[in-house]
């Protein structure tokens, strides 16, 4: 995952998800800014992490960036996340 404390979503790939994962199609989101064209999402899922349910927006596999996942801000905020760099 790349932590990105300007991302006020959360993303993950597809290929991240375990079968058990329930993808809600009817959520889903166009994307500007992560690439150069709009990506639109899959639809988002709920997984626990760090004990809490936090709802991830799922992209394509596809989508050319290294990393598997985004933690937006507001999972940084909500669990009183400090980064100094």
Do not use: W
């Amino acid at each position: 995952f790349m932590v990105d404390s300007g991302s006020g979503l959360n993303l993950i790939k597809q290929k991240c998800l375990g079968p058990h994962v329930i993808l809600d199609k009817t959520n889903s989101l166009s994307l500007q800014e992560i690439a150069s064209e709009i990506i639109i999402t899959l639809g988002a899922v709920s997984i626990f992490i760090l004990g809490e349910l936090t709802e991830f927006y799922v992209i394509s596999d596809l989508i050319g960036f290294a990393r598997d996942g985004i933690p937006g801000n507001r999972f940084l905020r909500e669990r009183s996340v400090i980064l100094n760099y």
